[in-house]
């Protein structure tokens, strides 16, 4: 009885193995991609003491840590300005209301390593809406009128805006001295009232090697075309330079052509082709392995090839 239940059992496992063979599963990433569990956080201010933030605009602006509206733990920093078209700085009567930090003393000034600066704002004001350009941002380099500026037009009233802005925008990323905030009293009427509640300000990168945007350089192919690219930006930093592209144009389970490179994190990879292609819609493959073989991060996009002039 033994041996007989032995038996079953072994040529069940052997139909189970088989049909493992015949079926294989479907290659998954491990990568976390672009999700917020792979992003690291570096805290630049969660405003909780707001005493390193100063105004070159005292007639106009008061600052403090307000727990009024908050977004992370138990206050933010209050930008609080009432316009004034009468006073202010001397010459400029209608001038740039402003706050800013500066980054030396905490040495946070190399922000290379990062992909992006974010914060939350919310506005509080005495106008019904917002004027068109109601905030701006700047960070400072080292040198003179050396500033990477930015209008946040996508401040709301009376809401929570979280701020992204890409690193890689910055004139200077490895060195970023200082971070002002200001707004043009020219944008609002005499005596406007406009708070700003900033909080949670965080540099952060993703982990994890990411495709963040892949396309091909054409959507559209001659049968007889001998080559397409792919054209890719890719996110991430962990053991990034181990990391191989793969990049593979195909027709349902049957790869077509296929390369292999080392990417840039930006880049084009181009793919020749040495057969002239079937009429048809294709899919195109970006593969992202690890030193291992392991795939990390995988993006697909499709174009379509249809019969061209003879050769
Ligand atoms: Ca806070």
Not at 126 to 143: E, K, V, Y
Not at 280 to 305: I, N, P
Request: proline letters at 5%.
């Amino acid at each position: 009885m033994r041996t007989t239940a032995l038996r079953l059992q072994l040529v069940a496992t052997s139909v189970l193995a088989a049909i493992v063979q015949a079926a294989p599963a479907e290659e998954k990433p491990y990568g976390r991609g672009l999700t917020e569990s792979n992003q690291e956080r570096l805290v630049i201010d969660d405003m909780e003491d707001v005493s390193t933030w100063s105004t070159g605009s005292p007639m106009e602006t008061t600052l403090s840590a307000s727990d009024q509206h908050v977004k992370q733990g138990s206050r933010a920093l209050k930008f609080g300005n009432v316009v004034d078209h009468t006073r202010g700085e001397k010459n400029y009567p209608i001038g740039w209301p402003r706050t800013s930090k500066s980054l030396a003393k905490a040495k946070l000034t190399d922000w290379s390593g990062y992909d992006y600066f974010q914060c939350w704002i919310y506005v509080d004001t005495s106008r019904d809406a917002l004027p068109g350009n109601p905030l701006g941002i700047g960070f400072s380099h080292t040198g003179h009128r050396r500033t990477s500026s930015f209008p946040l037009k996508e401040v709301r009233k009376d809401q929570w805006v979280k701020i992204v802005i890409p690193i890689a925008k910055l004139i200077d990323p490895k060195d970023v001295q200082g971070v002002q905030f200001h707004i043009s009293e020219s944008s609002y009427k005499h005596l406007d009232r406009v708070d700003f509640y900033i909080d949670d300000m965080v540099l952060t990168r993703y982990v994890d090697p990411a495709i963040a945007e892949l396309a091909t350089d054409r959507r559209l192919l001659y049968h007889n075309d001998r080559q397409i690219a792919a054209l890719y930006t890719l996110m991430g930093h962990r053991d990034m330079e181990h990391v191989r592209a793969e990049f593979e144009i195909g027709q349902g389970a049957t790869t077509v052509a296929k390369t292999a490179a080392h990417p840039e994190r930006q880049g084009e990879l181009p793919l020749g082709i040495t057969r002239p292609l079937t009429p048809g819609d294709y899919w195109a493959r970006l593969s992202l392995r690890d030193a291992r073989g392991r795939l990390v991060d995988r993006r697909q996009t499709e174009f379509r090839v249809i019969a061209g002039p003879r050769e």
